[in-house]
């Protein structure tokens, strides 16, 4: 579990005991859920750590010229996005590593402020956020730079019929195949919420709004995103708003909206939004506002719970055969509650 997002630390817990069995340094994990790298930079150069996330073991350890940030990771790991960022004038510089030989194959430079979205699962395009500096609400470009003919094409991808999008970044989710990068963007000149939708292997962005009633920041920011396993729709589950959305990836729509009674407490409020849970057959999803979990039927669109941890949750998920969901609260106690039912079975088991 990452508790401080998804640049976090990585924890992993032994579900039987409830003990910490490893932690992992802040960084970034490949979509597919194998690989964690960590950066950090000493003099004039940065180290690079891979770590195998099944076992918290250290598999390579790369030293790198220059000061770098780690910016992005493929799908599979395979390619590592650096960057760094120069004031005076504007000018962002991003390195492209292989993994897989700790080498950097590809580096250049850009005018102005660029942010890594992701690279494509072959390493041959990279999607960047270009922000554009006015006053009002943030606005960006959605831009391709091909690696093999080292160029950034001049025309933005555009979203429907939008060339320049609005909005802040706020969470986001991979799909370990590779096929999309969808992330949670808050519009607050709009004051909504929305799902940026890139499909890496067409290079298509879609802007797709989700349910998003006054539109108060600290709400909005509250939506858990979630994939099914089978990777054909993505459920994005706000408890403040009492809503949870389903969205077809095919058509990138929503397909159904279902809704129930809100969590409006003040104390669920947290920095990082806790990601989803769902089971191997994608019929039923657990998300949680903070202090809580709540189960959504897929098959009928219905909400059932809350059940209540007692605590703040730092992270949940099911455990073997889906049969148990299992949460771990602060202070360190694993709570274990029936995934059928939501009742809860006691710490540990």
Known sequence: MQPEGERGPVSAYDTRTGKLRFRLPAGLSSADGRWHFSAHGWGDGTTLNVFGVSTGAVSQTFALPGRWRLAGVSPQGRWLILSNRRFKPLRTETAILDASRGLIVHRFGLRGDFEVETVSPDGRRLFLIEHLRRDGAPRYLVRLYDIGSR???????RGGQDRVMAGYAWSGVASPNGRWLLTLYLNTLRSNAFIHALDLKKGIPRCIDLPSGRGAFD???RYSLTLSPNGRKLFAANPALGAVAEIDL????????????????QGARRAATLSGTISGNGRTLYFSGGRELWAYDAAYGRVRGPYPAGAPILGFGYGKGDRRVHALVAGGRMLTFDAATGRRLGSGG
């Open 151 to 157: 160029r950034l094409h001049s025309e933005p991808l």
């Open 250 to 265: 095919g058509t990138r729509r929503v397909v159904r909206k279902s809704r129930f009674v809100a969590d409006q407490a």
């Open 219 to 221: 709400l909005l920011k």
